[in-house]
């Protein structure tokens, strides 16, 4: 299972976070955690409900932004937050993404909110292989 940090000192009226993980889709699906984890206390949570996504990018650092974005538009929309998530990633490109999230929409009595994140940014994002870690970073706009 992948690990991730938030730092303060990359973007000061945003958050920076960094990720790692075994494979892509294991950083990516820490990525997942790591937004959730800033927008409600995961055990507030209940996994009541799932969310299939696919998608399609060039390179692993327009996939990640595109993850991380389709997650905030199922927040938005649907009141979705997952904290959880099981993603696939090919391995030729361009980058096929088969996820499926797993949360609960949010309910004021029960679910501890955090912060309110409106957005991914493309300021210092990042993502490589490093040995046989993967290492992201990203700035999400709050």
């Known amino acids: 299972m992948g690990r991730f940090v938030f730092r303060e000192d990359i973007a000061i009226a945003d958050c920076a976070v960094e990720v790692w993980g ?49 997650i905030l538009l199922i927040k938005d929309r649907d009141r979705l937050i997952c904290p959880r998530a099981e993603v696939r990633v090919s391995d030729v490109k361009p980058l096929r993404l088969t996820a499926t999230l797993f949360g609960d929409v949010v309910d004021p009595e029960r679910t501890r909110r955090n912060l309110d994140v409106k957005g991914i940014t493309m300021h210092e994002l990042r993502v490589a292989r490093e040995g046989k870690e993967w290492h992201g970073q990203f700035v999400v706009d709050l």
């Not at 790591?34 to 996939?63: F, G, K, Q």
């Open 22 to 70: 075994d494979s892509l889709g294991d950083l990516l699906a820490t990525a997942a955690r790591a937004v959730a984890e800033l927008m409600a206390d995961p055990e507030s949570i209940v996994e009541h409900e799932s969310r299939p996504v696919m998608l399609t990018a060039e390179s692993e650092e327009l996939l990640l932004f595109d993850w991380l974005s389709e």
